[in-house]
């Protein structure tokens, strides 16, 4: 599991400062600011080993190198916020893997997300 800090990863944007400003007023809260573009930057995620990740969703689509797939297996129960400025939403991606070795175990999974 992740510990309690929150890395966003994004450029040089105006959101991404004034979330990571806001999250810095609180002193529980280890917030960096990591560059997409940094070769490094899973490297880094994983070392820091965040309980969240916050993405912008525009940012995202102009990376398409970047694999959400790659990012929770690296930190189990992650949590990666990404950021619709278009909608005002924010849409949750959870980690969560569960063993599922027949048909039935998938029903199971299924039906207990309801």
Same mark, same amino acid.
Request: charge should be negative.
């Given at each position: 599991?992740?510990?309690?800090?929150?890395?966003?990863?994004?450029?040089?944007?105006? /959101?991404?400062?004034?979330?990571? #400003? =806001?999250?810095?007023?609180?002193?529980?809260? *280890?917030?960096?600011? &990591?560059?997409? @573009?940094?070769?490094?930057?899973?490297?880094?995620?994983?070392?820091?080993?965040?309980?969240?990740?916050? /993405?912008?969703?525009?940012?995202? #689509? =102009?990376?398409?190198?970047?694999?959400?797939? *790659?990012?929770?297996? &690296?930190?189990? @129960?992650?949590?990666?916020?990404?950021?619709?400025?278009?909608?005002?939403?924010?849409?949750?991606?959870?980690?969560?893997?569960?063993?599922?070795?027949?048909?039935?175990?998938?029903?199971?999974?299924?039906?207990?997300?309801?």
């Amino acid at each position: 599991m992740g510990s309690s800090n929150a890395i966003i990863l994004v450029g040089h944007s105006l /959101l991404v400062e004034g979330v990571a #400003s =806001l999250l810095r007023q609180n002193e529980k809260n *280890d917030v960096t600011v &990591l560059d997409m @573009d940094d070769s490094m930057v899973m490297e880094k995620i994983a070392v820091a080993s965040p309980a969240t990740v916050i /993405l912008e969703a525009e940012f995202i #689509s =102009l990376h398409q190198s970047f694999s959400f797939d *790659d990012l929770v297996k &690296l930190i189990s @129960d992650l949590r990666i916020l990404l950021l619709h400025q278009e909608g005002n939403q924010t849409q949750i991606i959870t980690g969560e893997f569960r063993e599922t070795r027949s048909i039935e175990d998938l029903v199971e999974v299924i039906h207990s997300a309801d």
